[in-house]
């Protein structure tokens, strides 16, 4: 029965990523690009002085529930995790190193995309049955486009049901607990570990209830101090594993980017094959074009679209950018690559290398905070998904599905479980990116008129008193005065 479920999953998977997917994600940031004129790519610095707090800009009546920064560690906690350790080791066994090229190629494109579709977010977030504001996809859809596009409402919710489920995260997180703790100890074998894996997968589940019942701000406190510094403790270790592998660098530099054109150490080596899963494994790593950090940046609290979008397009550049490409290198120069290993036992190996006798267990310590974070941050993006299309009634019973599902994906099977999360994301993309297509326009016209506005130095930094003054958002003039906001 096993057998059957993984190849249809796997099926599901190879139809739903033809070609048209990398061109509906790929060429829709391309275009993004082109239609923007990299205008937000000038105002990077500004993204992260909005992160700091230095600019506010909204009244107190604002709608939404969280800051600027604490969105952002919400989406990236969401981002930052297994696809960044386990993905990117997934990505070079079957694609080879050049998969990552590609990985690096969905993320350049993917920051104008998150920049469109954070944007949209804000501009467009509706009142669920209960009267609470809310962002995300299909509130813009509906909001924006009107009843005629409700099933691509209708079909992003639905697929973001699926696509946020935990069983990725739980799987890597019990396989590294498996490896490193249970064998060595004897509560588990290399062939008989389903009992370890289900007690372990109660566990968790239990633990993680009792936070991700507080919803948006419990989940995004918790992401909001636990990814930092889990991010800093990353690259410390990485930054001591590659400085001393440095002579390889460069050689791994270059062997990605020829691989990425000829294929040579993918599987089969077929170009086509590695250009898939780069953007495959890139999507899964900053998620850009698929709309679930819409569901996290349209909850700030702001009355200035564009804002959340320059702090959206910062997520790509940390997440694939720069903490893939060190997986990556991490993988490379130490030659565990062109193991047998796979997902995040791979990852595992490279680290204990660097630090022998405790490698796996600083692996391990990431994995647990990250693969943790991820999914309290997904048990609120599919609540969210329940709430549109059953009602709000409706987010408590899928928690309590949601963990029992924590429970399946500490059993099952890798290759099905990343199968069902390929399948998933591609169908979040059809709507997300459509719907972005046909509201490009509103996005550049209210970005230009924000640029337009910071430029002649309407808005001050918050310490030195901000400027009152209007702006005209979604067909409404807002009013709008200085107010501290606390990181």
Request: glycine share 10%; hydrophobic share 55%.
């Amino acid at each position: 029965m096993m057998v059957e479920v993984e190849w249809a999953l796997a099926a599901f998977a190879s139809f739903m990523w033809g070609p048209q997917l990398v061109v509906l994600l790929v060429g829709g940031g391309l275009f993004f690009m082109v239609h923007s004129r990299l205008r937000h790519f000038i105002y990077l610095r500004h993204s992260f002085d909005l992160l700091r707090g230095k600019y506010t800009g909204q009244s107190s009546a604002a709608a939404g529930d969280i800051t600027h920064y604490a969105a952002l560690a919400t989406a990236l906690s969401g981002t930052i995790g297994l696809g960044n350790i386990s993905g990117v080791a997934v990505a070079i066994t079957t694609g080879g190193p050049g998969a990552v090229f590609w990985m690096w190629i969905t993320a350049l494109v993917g920051i104008s995309t998150k920049f469109y579709t954070a944007t949209l977010a804000v501009m467009f977030r509706g009142k669920d049955d209960s009267g609470k504001i809310q962002g995300g996809p299909m509130y813009v859809i509906r909001e924006a486009l009107g009843s005629k596009w409700l099933p691509l409402a209708w079909l992003f919710a639905l697929a973001g049901m699926f696509g946020t489920l935990p069983v990725f995260q739980i799987n890597q997180l019990v396989q590294i607990l498996r490896d490193v703790v249970a064998i060595p100890v004897g509560l588990a074998s290399a062939d008989e570990h389903l009992a370890f894996d289900f007690v372990l997968g109660v566990i968790l589940a239990i633990v993680l209830f009792t936070v991700a019942a507080g919803k948006v701000r419990r989940v995004s406190a918790v992401a909001g101090k636990m990814v930092p510094a889990m991010v800093v403790f990353y690259f410390v270790i990485t930054a001591w594993l590659l400085l001393s592998n440095a002579s390889a660098i460069p050689a791994m530099f270059v062997l990605i980017i020829t691989d990425a054109f000829s294929g040579k150490a993918a599987a089969g080596g077929v170009l086509g094959a590695v250009i898939l899963i780069g953007v495959q494994r890139g999507v899964f790593s900053n998620e850009a074009g698929l709309g679930t950090e819409s569901l996290a940046h349209g909850a700030v609290k702001t009355d200035e679209p564009v804002r959340e979008g320059l702090v959206a397009m910062v997520g790509p550049m940390i997440d694939t950018l720069v903490v893939c490409t060190c997986t990556a290198l991490a993988l490379l120069v130490t030659g565990v690559w062109q193991s047998d290993a796979i997902g995040v036992t791979m990852t595992s190996m490279a680290y204990e290398q660097a630090f022998p006798g405790i490698g796996a267990y600083l692996v391990l310590i990431m994995v647990l905070v990250l693969s943790t974070t991820t999914v309290l941050t997904y048990s609120y993006y599919g609540g969210k998904c329940m709430a549109f299309l059953f009602g709000t009634r409706t987010e408590k019973y899928y928690l309590w599905g949601y963990m029992a599902l924590v429970v399946a994906g500490a059993i099952a099977s890798l290759e099905a479980v990343i199968s069902l999360f390929d399948g998933a994301y591609a169908i979040m993309a059809i709507p997300t990116m459509i719907s972005t297509f046909l509201l490009a326009g509103k996005v550049r016209e209210v970005a230009l008129d924000y640029f337009r506005r910071f430029d002649a130095g309407e808005f001050k930094p918050a310490e030195k008193g901000g400027k009152l003054g209007t702006t005209q958002c979604c067909g409404k003039t807002v009013n709008r005065e200085s107010e501290t906001e606390s990181i």
